[in-house]
């Protein structure tokens, strides 16, 4: 039966291929007892799932390393098989089978849960989370025991692509997806402006989140269409519409293929201002998207990304090593490397915390400062890098005056480690801050007097103006960029740096969005740092808007209170020839 549902689009295309479920539930299988003629049977049965998944993970950990898949992932599946391995995974089950006649999938889902409640109990955090692990290779049997088809995402035999359906993803899991061949994915969870949908659009695949009981309805190896330009996902879709989508994919192309005809050409105005565009990134991978997209540097490097998948810290040899493999690509263009933003849903297995309001807990800056040997090392390993090209040092989510001096002094001390060490550092690199708190802008004086450039993080000033949380899929329809309170407040902090002569871009989502462009740089914004595959996109924005004719105008729709003015204003000016 054909049906459609509808999420949030979060990353554009088109992709049609086969649903693989990854199943992070707990399971819930059917309990029956077999009779005593049949124990054998269900025993051999049980065995042949085990076997069945065990031949499944040893022929991943091949075409993994064949593929050159990352290292972490290879590790996962060692993990899996060893637990598999473990006769309290597949002997026990048996006991249960033999002495208690249950069924085979409820015999191991019982010892999965007994197993569960004991790794609980473990105080040792890294140990406590390999429950989860215990829980996916469960999964595996019980899918293998059901008939289903299990196993990580994996292009068909047929030759069809896969499209990952989840409830959620974190943004650690997200990343683990770079470097498989996965066409799009979807999720029940989610919000636009997420970590997890920022890492789905470094992808560079279509994927929608937000799309309530995607999991519950889908089943493995349905055909899906994904449309992530309109957040639309087309289950079991007619042929006659899987031809019209082939088409729109192609059509998509060629406008991609077109549009890369702009790297070329300088970024100005239609009347002559020239704007700088630059990329965000997650990984050093990623520079090379941005380079090749020609943005004029590295507006954002979320570092945080170094430090996730993965049980150690990354150290100050590793991190430099990153930096520098950056700034080696960017070729002598700027790179602005922001400092470790941990918390919210952004976690890390090393650091185990539970707090009561995450965003609003010991996030970004202020876990920095909380953390003086864990900031030292990333500084130092950032200062070394400045050796090698230009760098510039980027500190988020800033609300307090004292958060900027007490990082600067950081800066000093770790300059100080490195010359005790006899390393060379520059005498002076340039520092700016983050402003992502409403609290940031409406008492951005003092800031200025010691940073040497603004970025403006409208993901995080909208979650904070609005209080809406931005990776909660139940409230996205609140989220509003174009919230009066949101648009005042970005104009107030671009008017406050510029009559101070200080540099301010921005570098949220909202940089990257073609019908925003023009709003922004009515603003007053000539510097906008987004991913960079939307980098060529908002460049032709540029090259079309009279930003003269358009500034008189986006004032006065600074002035509205009504958002649905504000949008239609928005429509008049997007149309201005
Ligand atoms: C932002 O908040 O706008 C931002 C760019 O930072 P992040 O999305 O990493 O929180
Ligand atoms: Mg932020």
New binding site residues.
Partial sequence: MSFALHGLAISQGIAIGRAHLISHATLEVFHYLIPHRQIDAELARFDAAIAEIQNELAALKHTASEEGAPAELSAFVDLHALLLADPLLSVVPRDRIRERRCNAEWALVQQMEELVSQFEQIEDPYLRERKADVIQVVERVVKALLGRRGGMPHKRPSGDDVIVVAHDLSPADTLQFKGQRIAAFVTDLGGA?S?TA?VARSLGIPAIVGMVRARELLRDDDILIVDGSRGVLLVDPDPVVIEEYRLRRTQLELERNQLKRLRAAPCKSLDGESVCLEA?IETPGDAIVAHDAAADGIG?F?TEFLFMNRDTLPSEDEQFESYLSVINTMKGRPVTIRTL?VGADKTLRQIERSELNPALGLRAIRYCLAEPQLFLTQLRAILRAANHGWVRILL?MLAHTHEITQSLAMIARARDQLRKRGERVPDRVEVGG?V?IPAAVLALGPFLKHLDFLSI?????IQYTLAIDRSDEAVSALYDPLHPAVLRLIAQAVQTARRAGVTVSL??EMAGEPTFARLLLGIGLRRLSMHPRQLLEIKREVLHADIGALTPRVARLLRLDEPARIRSDLRRINALG
Avoid: A, K, S, V
């Fill in positions: 402006t970590h920022i965000n954002l979320r933003d988020p983050m992502e993080g409208t993901n995080d000033l570098c949220g």
